[in-house]
Every structure is written in structure tokens, then in C-alpha cells.
């Protein structure tokens, strides 16, 4: 069945036009990554002297022999995967937990917290207090001392508490009919349905 509305000429041009531009922002995209992954693989001598070569006599592996022959390279590509996954994992679980009460509208000093939260997002506490606060709690030279100080991310608990409250009612209603408490019904009801929200603030913060 052909379509009612047919292109004019004009449509037809922009969108060839915004072919081309799509094309062409791919490219700028691509085309550096690619050549730093082919000059990752070739003798350096070779590359300073004369650039981009696709003759196998001058490519080797040497540099990615010494990457991990290090251990302290290695250290710090683990540490760099434990630090984005748990800081992400613990924002997203206080951003859901934290938002869950404060979209219910019967939350006592509800108006208030959200205030608080939002002050925090203009004003903070400085490069000093926030040490010695990481300091007294015993956390230097841990990695809590990462995780920890940025958890609470405002923004997150925003935008969990406005999907929490498009929630429809009688969800709520059916799981406390069910016998489910305030933890449950965040868990079950709420957590399960809003996992394209995790995904998207874990994605955010990796």
C-alpha cells in the first residue's frame, strides 16, 4: 500500500541534505578513533617519521606488551571500573529510595526536603570541608573516599521522584490491598517498572 503523502522535491532535498550531514558527523566521529586504534599497533618511529602505515613489517604489539606487563596500568583500569560501577550503582539505589517518599504527597516535611536538596544543587561545601568531613569519617585513601562524597546526586532524585509520581494510584493501591509495605512497593511495584530510569541514570554517571 503506497503512502497517501508523497515527498516533494524539496523534502526529498533535506533529506538527502541531512543524510549528507549525518554521514559526515559520523566520519569526524569515527575517523580519529579508528586512527588511534591503528596507530596503537604500529612502531612509533614509523608513525613519528611517516604517519599511517599499512605495511605489516611496521606494526607490532609491542606497546600493548608493556600496557600489561604493567601492574599498575592494570591497577588502575580496575580501580577505574570499581569506582564507575559502585559510584553508580550506590547514586542510583539512594536516587530511587530517596525519591520514592518524597513523590508521595502525604510525606511530612516533603516541601522542605525538596528545598534542601535543591540548595545543594547552587551551593556546596568547598574543596576543603568536603576532605576533612571524608577525613573524620575515616575514609582517606579508600575508595569510599571516591563512591561516597558524590552519591547523592540531586538531579537523579529529581527526575526518579517526577517517574514515581507518574505512577498510576491504583498500582499502589492494588500492591498495599496485597499486604506489600512502603519498602516492597518500591522494590516490587516501583523499582521494577522504572528500570529504563536506572539504566538511564547509570549510563549518565558511567
Do not use: H
Request: aromatic content about 12%; hydrophobic content about 50%.
Amino acid at each position: 500500500m503506497k503512502n497517501s503523502i508523497m515527498d516533494t522535491k524539496f523534502d526529498k532535498r533535506i533529506l538527502l541534505l541531512n543524510k549528507i550531514i549525518i554521514v559526515f558527523i559520523v566520519l569526524i566521529t569515527l575517523l580519529p578513533l579508528l586512527y588511534i586504534v591503528v596507530a596503537s599497533f604500529m612502531d612509533p618511529k614509523v608513525l613519528v617519521s611517516r604517519g599511517i602505515s599499512f605495511n605489516p613489517v611496521d606494526w607490532t604489539v609491542e606497546g600493548y606488551q608493556r600496557v600489561f606487563s604493567d601492574q599498575s596500568i592494570l591497577r588502575g583500569f580496575i580501580n577505574s571500573l570499581l569506582y564507575s560501577f559502585g559510584f553508580a550503582a550506590l547514586t542510583v539505589l539512594i536516587s530511587v529510595f530517596t525519591a520514592y517518599p518524597l513523590s508521595k504527597k502525604d510525606l511530612v516535611g516533603r516541601r522542605w526536603i525538596n528545598y534542601f536538596l535543591i540548595v545543594t544543587m547552587f551551593f556546596g561545601g568547598g574543596l576543603v570541608p568536603t576532605y576533612l568531613l571524608v577525613k573524620d569519617l575515616g575514609m582517606l585513601n579508600t575508595p569510599w573516599a571516591i563512591i561516597v562524597p558524590g552519591a547523592v546526586n540531586v538531579w537523579n532524585i529529581i527526575l526518579a521522584r517526577a517517574y514515581f509520581q507518574g505512577l498510576p494510584e491504583e498500582l499502589v493501591e492494588a500492591a498495599v490491598i496485597d499486604g506489600a509495605n512502603d519498602l516492597q512497593i518500591s522494590l516490587k511495584s516501583c523499582f521494577l517498572l522504572q528500570n529504563q530510569l536506572c539504566l538511564y541514570s547509570s549510563s549518565m554517571l558511567l
